[in-house]
């Protein structure tokens, strides 16, 4: 069985196209999606801005084959973008993703000199 590592992406997007109606919903929801509601999760957590309402991002867990990388983490994740976003009926364009592999992330701790 092959080593699995997890991933956080963040997928960063721009609306286009929005209807009439996806565009009164993105104003109505925007108090959820703000910066309070920003957690990395498997279903994807979209934020953005209301004014102006022109970029997003969604932040995706993403567990995959460690020899698949971090392209492949990111590949998964835009994937899921597209699905949520046209599932949503929005119009977006020029999805790209930042991807964190946790399994080889340094972390800093502090001495306990420090402390």
């Known amino acids: ?14 609306w286009e196209g929005l209807t009439e109606d996806a565009r009164t919903r993105l ?17 994807g957590s979209l934020s953005y801005e209301p ?3 022109k970029h997003f991002s969604l932040r995706y867990v993403v567990v995959s084959d460690a020899a698949d990388g971090e392209e492949v983490a990111g590949a998964i994740a835009e994937d899921r973008a597209e699905t949520a976003l046209r599932a949503l009926g929005y119009g977006f364009r020029d999805l790209r993703s930042t991807v964190t592999d946790l399994d ?3 972390i800093n701790r502090k001495s306990r000199s420090r402390r």
């Open 1 to 14: 069985m092959s080593e699995q590592h997890t991933y956080r992406v963040i997928v960063r997007g721009t």
């Open 27 to 43: 104003l109505a929801e925007a108090g959820d999606h703000g910066m309070a509601s920003m957690r990395f999760t498997e279903e």
């Open 51 to 53: 004014s102006p309402l």
């Open 104 to 106: 080889t992330m340094k």
